[in-house]
Nanobody, 122 residues
């Protein structure tokens, strides 16, 4: 089982940038598909971006062109670079892992971090 720890969330003004990081434990990180999800108050957890073991990337439409997901298998880390942030990006951001294939469904991930708060002020 892989354990995940997110970092990088903070308060930022609209139009600004943030880089979230997720550190994973375990020796088999390279076989995991990694996902970033977010959950705003009163809303369901939603898929934001995912990256396969071969570094194919996937994004929700609202993140395309603004967010970039990347991974470093040597360091067991995955990052989410977020640019042109909007108030509607405010949420707790979670890193998640599952074997092999990226999924947009939270229920298909079996490892989660504790979350990191991103607040975008207008």
């Amino acid at each position: 089982q892989v354990q995940l720890v997110e970092s990088g969330g903070t308060l930022v003004q609209a139009g600004g940038s943030l880089r979230l990081s997720c550190a994973a434990s375990g020796r088999t990180f390279s076989v995991f598909a990694m996902g970033w999800f977010r959950q705003a108050p009163g809303k369901e957890r939603e898929f934001v971006a995912g990256i396969s073991p071969s570094s194919s990337t996937y994004y929700v439409d609202s993140a395309k062109g603004r967010f970039t997901i990347s991974r470093d298998n040597a360091k067991n880390t995955v990052a989410l670079q977020m640019n042109s942030l909007k108030p509607e990006d405010t949420a707790v951001y979670y890193c998640a892992a599952r074997r092999y294939l990226v999924s947009t469904l939270p229920s298909e991930y079996n490892a989660w971090g504790q979350g990191t708060q991103v607040t975008v002020s207008s």
